[in-house]
C-alpha cells in the first residue's frame, strides 16, 4: 500500500535532487528520508530513483508516481477536511497564496472577516506572482490562489482544470509626478508618455506595459524596474519617471509626490481565486472563496 507520507517524501526528492536537501525541506533527517524511500519501493516492488554517487534520478515508474502524488495529496486533503467537518470539527486550514497588491488590498479584509466568522480557520499566506502562484496551486502546495491575468491573455494561460472565482476588474492607471505637464489631465493617451523615461514593475507587468507601449506605436525607455509597487511610486513621486500601474496596487499606498490618471486605451487585469475541483467543497476554503469575493465588492 503506498503512504500519503511516502508520496510527500518522493516529491521533495524528485523536487530537491538529493535526501539531504528534501530532510532540510521536510525538516526531517537524512536517513528518515532513506527509509521512507526505502519503504515505498518496498510497497510498489519496483526502483523508483536511480542513484548515481551524490546526484539522484527517477526511473520511469518514479516520474510516473510523482506526475500522480500532486492530485493524490490534494485528493487526500480534501478528503481529510470534509470529513472533519462532517464529524463536527470546527476547524480548518487553508494555505492561501497572492500576488503582492492582492496580499495588501484584498487579503487583510478577507481574512479579518473569515476569522471573525470562523475563528477556528486557520490561514497561512504566502506572496507568489502568477504564473508561479498558479503552479504551485496544482502541484499541491496551496489551496487557494489569488491570481491575475491581462485582457487577451485568455489563449495564452489555461485555467480550465481549475475553478475559477472572478473577483474585479481592475484597471491600469497612468502615474506621473505631481509636477508633470499632464499631471492635471482628466485621461492620457498612452502615446502622450512615448518620450518619457519609465519605471516598470514585476516582469510580467513589464512585458504587457511593453506590449501597450508598442500597440501605440513606441517602445518604452525603462530606466528602473522593481516588483516593489511602493518603491516604483516612490521613483516617480522623486520625478524619475512615469509609470503605469493597476489600481489596486495604489489602494494601500499614499502615493507622495505623484498622481494618477487615467491612461488610454484602457488596460484591464481579471482578478480571480483560484482553487482545484477537489478542494472547492471543503468547508474552509469554500469560506475562503467567499469572503474573498465580498471583499473584492467592498
Request: with cysteine; hydrophobic share 45%.
Amino acid at each position: 500500500m503506498i503512504e500519503a507520507r511516502h508520496l510527500r517524501v518522493l516529491r521533495a526528492v524528485a523536487a530537491t535532487g538529493s535526501f539531504s536537501a528534501a530532510a532540510r525541506e521536510l525538516g526531517c533527517t537524512q536517513p528518515a528520508v532513506s527509509q521512507q524511500m526505502k519503504a515505498l519501493e518496498q510497497s510498489t516492488g519496483t526502483p523508483l530513483l536511480i542513484r548515481t554517487g551524490r546526484e539522484m534520478r527517477l526511473t520511469q515508474a518514479g516520474e510516473a508516481l510523482v506526475r500522480h502524488a500532486s492530485g493524490i495529496l490534494a485528493g487526500l486533503t480534501a478528503a481529510e477536511e470534509e470529513v472533519a467537518a462532517i464529524a463536527g470539527l470546527r476547524a480548518g486550514r487553508v494555505r492561501l497564496v497572492s500576488f503582492p497588491s492582492g496580499s495588501s488590498a484584498l487579503v487583510p479584509t478577507a481574512l479579518a472577516a473569515l476569522r471573525a466568522a470562523h475563528p477556528g480557520t486557520r490561514v497561512s499566506l504566502v506572496d507568489a506572482e502568477p504564473p508561479r502562484s498558479v503552479e504551485m496551486l496544482r502541484d499541491g502546495d496551496c489551496d487557494v490562489a489569488l491570481a491575475f491575468r491581462y485582457d487577451g491573455a485568455h489563449a495564452t494561460e489555461d485555467w480550465s482544470d481549475l475553478v475559477v472565482r472572478p473577483l474585479l476588474a481592475d484597471r491600469l492607471v497612468g502615474l506621473v509626478p505631481e509636477g508633470h505637464r499632464l499631471a492635471r489631465s482628466a485621461s492620457v493617451a498612452i502615446g502622450e508618455l512615448a518620450d518619457e523615461p519609465w519605471i516598470a514593475g514585476c516582469p510580467r507587468c513589464r512585458r504587457q506595459l511593453v506590449d501597450v507601449c508598442e500597440g501605440a506605436g513606441f517602445t518604452p525607455r525603462i530606466d528602473f524596474a522593481t516588483d516593489d509597487y511602493p518603491a516604483v511610486i516612490s521613483l516617480v513621486g522623486a520625478g524619475l519617471g512615469v509609470a503605469v500601474l493597476p489600481e489596486l496596487a495604489l489602494e494601500s499606498v499614499r502615493p507622495k509626490g505623484a498622481r494618477a490618471v487615467a491612461v488610454e486605451p484602457a488596460v484591464r487585469r481579471e482578478i480571480v481565486a483560484l482553487t482545484l475541483p477537489d478542494l472547492e467543497q471543503v468547508p474552509a476554503v469554500a469560506a475562503t472563496l467567499d469572503h474573498l469575493a465580498r471583499a473584492a465588492t467592498r
